[in-house]
Structures are given as structure tokens and as C-alpha cells.
């Protein structure tokens, strides 16, 4: 082979047009929609609903839904960049419009049977109504397939008694995806997904958790007592559920790392913005090299963990197993919007621990992104396991 007679290999990072016109869109809504009100969302705990609304009507909340169930039949590709654009400014709307995306609205998209996408999916997709998805319970977390919140069967009916936690729009959800055991603990076939509407009876949510940080993304326990649901309402075949749950997980993931991104990329910026105004030692502080080459460090590892993202984005569009790539990106981007945000605050000096710069708020909520949808040693569990098989 004569190397030199090949085509040159197209090697392209750039943002596609739909890409970038999703990033002004999202930017536009983040300058007129959440910025003036997301400090008092923050420090009341509210969960504005309407805003989700809002963001239904421009296509936000049915990203990767075909355009048949009322969606906007996008690809990862643009679903990333919204996530991104919306966390650079609140990472607590960018957790939960990736929640009801990849969760809720991608666990019916991808398992449900056409009647039932048929039922949910426009509702969902329009914003009209916000999922809730329920795997974790207070004494499984990490460990979900050890779930105790069982489902019995009666006749046409299953009986689900138990409680799921930390469920994102556990008390605002309209409706819910929820994993329960069918079968023997310890089986991984042995859970079954149902979709349970809001005041379905013998179906309530409980407390609401006081957070760190992501404190506009309401998190709520979900409580089923005697909840009689209709097999019609199963997604698949009985024992289906866990296995369901961890494709869904592989592709929210991605949802993390670019919720991760775009908390690192605000942070950065705000920081960067800063450096070059604060004046100390009669010039800007960026001039000092221990802050330039942390800003240096920064960047690199956002754009280290962007590549990793939109990676992992590539691989999902084209219908390849992610199993270990978002693993990779959601552990890499988490772990860098932390160390991100920390040292935005350590740039902003005093200033970066008060309420009047954004810095505080990046750092209390980057903290989630290594928490959810698995912790970064689960995450390294799935990479290693990928690695040793
Ligand atoms: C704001 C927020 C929103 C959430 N939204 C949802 C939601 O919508 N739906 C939902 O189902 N869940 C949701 N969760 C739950 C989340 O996915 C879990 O908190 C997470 O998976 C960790 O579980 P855990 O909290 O029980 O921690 P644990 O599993 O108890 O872990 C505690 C520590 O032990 C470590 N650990 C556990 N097992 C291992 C191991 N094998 N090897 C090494 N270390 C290990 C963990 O990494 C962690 O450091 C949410 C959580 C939060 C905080």
C-alpha cells in the first residue's frame, strides 16, 4: 500500500448548524428565563415548573423523541450541546431537563410499547407534562439490583408496596417510570419497569430533600402502598426492568458529563471574566502566572473532557454500545467540573465564597454530577469491568 495514494482522512470537531442554533437558543432562554431568577429558586428550594413548560414549547424536553410522538427527533449531538448551554448557566435546570430526557422520557422512547408511547411520549416531549424515573432506594443506591420495593402479581394486577429516594421530580412529576422487584433479590431479571401516573392510588411522594447544591432540581422520595397498576401498565416482559435500567443509564450518563461540561465551562468563564478585571499588586490577577496556568489547566481539561462527551455521543448516535465510553465521559467531565469549580472560587478569592458571584453556586452544584447516575467508583467499576472482560 502506498500511503501517500490514500484520501486524507476528515477528522471533524466542529459544531454542526443545528448544534449552534440550539446553543443560541438555549442561550437566549438561559438570559431571559432562568438567570434573573435562579438565585431565588436557589436559595428557596423552588422548582419552577413553568420554566420546564417553556423550554417544552421550544423542543427541549423531547430532544431525542422522534418527531411522530411529538418530539424534536435530534441526536446526541445537539441533545449535549442543550444540556451544556442550559448548565453553563444553572446547572440545576440543566439536571433536571436531562432527568426527564434521559430518563423517564428515553426509558418509554426505548422500551414501551407503541400504545404506550403513543400515550406518553407527546405529553412528555411537549412539556406539558415532567417524568420522574425511580430505580434508588434509601438502602440501595449504588447497589440497585438489590432493590426491596416488590411488585406482586394479582391476576391482571401487580400490588407494589416499598419507596424509591433522591428521585428527581419525585413530588412534580406527572408521571413515573419506576423499577421494582418481580422475582428473587439478587436477580438481575427479577425487576420489572412500570409507568405509574401521579395520583394513581396507593401512589404518593414523601420527603423533600434539603440540598447542597442543585437546589432548583427538586429530589423526593416516592412511596407505594397497597399501588394497584394494571399489567398494561409493564414496560416489556416481567424481569425485563434492571437490564432496561442499565441501557438507560449508558446513555444518561452522557446527559452527566455534559451537565458536568457545562457547570466547568460557567465556572471557567466567570473566572476567566474576573482574573482579568481584579486588580491586585497594581495589575489584573490573570498576569500572575499561578492564576493564568490555572486557567490554562481549566480549559484543557474541559476541552479534554467535551471530546470525551461528544465521543460517547458519536457512538450512541450511530447505535453502538456506550457502555464503557460514557462511562469514561461522565466519570472524566464530573471529576473536572469539581476541580473546575474549585478553583473558580479559589479565583474569585473572598469574593468566591459570597452569594454575589457565581462561583459558589458552580461549586455546590458540580458536586452532584459525581454522585448521580452512578458515583465515579461505579463509574470506574463499568470502565474496569469493560477493560477485563
Ligand atoms: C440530586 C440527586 C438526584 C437524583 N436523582 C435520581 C433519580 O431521578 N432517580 C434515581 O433512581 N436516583 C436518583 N438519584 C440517586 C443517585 O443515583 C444515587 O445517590 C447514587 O447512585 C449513589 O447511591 P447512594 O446515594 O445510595 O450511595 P451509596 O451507594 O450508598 O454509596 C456510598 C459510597 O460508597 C461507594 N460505593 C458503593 N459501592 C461501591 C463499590 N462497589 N465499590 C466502590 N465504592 C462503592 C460510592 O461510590 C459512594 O462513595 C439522585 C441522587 C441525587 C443526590
Redesign the pocket.
Known amino acids: 500500500m502506498n500511503i501517500s495514494m490514500e484520501a486524507p482522512t476528515t477528522l471533524s470537531f466542529d459544531s454542526t448548524e443545528s448544534q449552534d442554533m440550539i446553543a443560541k437558543m438555549c442561550r437566549d432562554f438561559t438570559a431571559k428565563e432562568i438567570k434573573p431568577k435562579m438565585m431565588d429558586w436557589d436559595e428557596s428550594q423552588e422548582f419552577p415548573v413553568e420554566v420546564f413548560h417553556k423550554m417544552g414549547a421550544l423542543g427541549l424536553m423531547g430532544i431525542l423523541v422522534p418527531e411522530e410522538y411529538g418530539g424534536a427527533g435530534l441526536g446526541y449531538g445537539e441533545y449535549i450541546t442543550a444540556i451544556e448551554e442550559i448548565s453553563k448557566v444553572d446547572g440545576s435546570i440543566g439536571?433536571s431537563l436531562a432527568?426527564h430526557n434521559s430518563?423517564c422520557t428515553n426509558h418509554i422512547l426505548t422500551f414501551a410499547s407503541e400504545e404506550q408511547k403513543r400515550k406518553y411520549l407527546p405529553k412528555l416531549a411537549s412539556g406539558e407534562w415532567i417524568g420522574?424515573?425511580?430505580?434508588?432506594e434509601p438502602n440501595?443506591?449504588?447497589?440497585?439490583g438489590n432493590m426491596r420495593t416488590v411488585a406482586v402479581k394479582d391476576g391482571d394486577y401487580y400490588v407494589i408496596n416499598g419507596a424509591?429516594?433522591?428521585?428527581?421530580?419525585?413530588k412534580s412529576g406527572n408521571v413515573a417510570v419506576v423499577i421494582v422487584r418481580t422475582g428473587e433479590v439478587g436477580d438481575s431479571h427479577g425487576m420489572t419497569s412500570f409507568i405509574i401516573e401521579k395520583g394513581h392510588p396507593g401512589f404518593t411522594s414523601g420527603k423533600k430533600?434539603n440540598?447542597l447544591g442543585?437546589r432548583a432540581?427538586e429530589?423526593a422520595e416516592l412511596i407505594f402502598s397497597d399501588c394497584r397498576v394494571h399489567k398494561s401498565q409493564m414496560m416489556g416482559k416481567e424481569g425485563d426492568g434492571f437490564v432496561q435500567s442499565l441501557k438507560i443509564l449508558d446513555g444518561g450518563r452522557i446527559s452527566i458529563a455534559a451537565l458536568s461540561l457545562g457547570i466547568a465551562q460557567g465556572a471557567y468563564e466567570a473566572a476567566l471574566e474576573y482574573s482579568k478585571v481584579r486588580q491586585q499588586f497594581n495589575q489584573a490577577i490573570s498576569k500572575f502566572q499561578g492564576i493564568s496556568f490555572k486557567l490554562a489547566d481549566m480549559a484543557t481539561k474541559i476541552e479534554a473532557a467535551r471530546l470525551l462527551t461528544f465521543r460517547a455521543g458519536d457512538l450512541k448516535n450511530k447505535g453502538k454500545s456506550v457502555n464503557k465510553e460514557s462511562a469514561m465521559a461522565k466519570l472524566y467531565a464530573s471529576e473536572v467540573a469539581v476541580d473546575v469549580a474549585n478553583e473558580g472560587v479559589q479565583i474569585f478569592g473572598g469574593y468566591g465564597f459570597t452569594k454575589d458571584f457565581p462561583a459558589e453556586k458552580y461549586y455546590r452544584d458540580a458536586k452532584?454530577c459525581t454522585?448521580?447516575?452512578?458515583?465515579?467508583?461505579?463509574q470506574?467499576?463499568v470502565i474496569s469491568r469493560c477493560l477485563l472482560k
Do not use: P, R, Y
Open positions: 439536571l432527568a430518563l420522574a424515573w425511580g430505580l434508588t440501595t443506591g449504588s447497589d440497585a424509591k429516594n433522591f428521585i428527581t421530580h419525585g430533600e440540598k442543585m432540581s429530589t452532584l454522585i448521580g447516575e452512578g458515583t465515579s467508583e461505579i470506574k467499576l
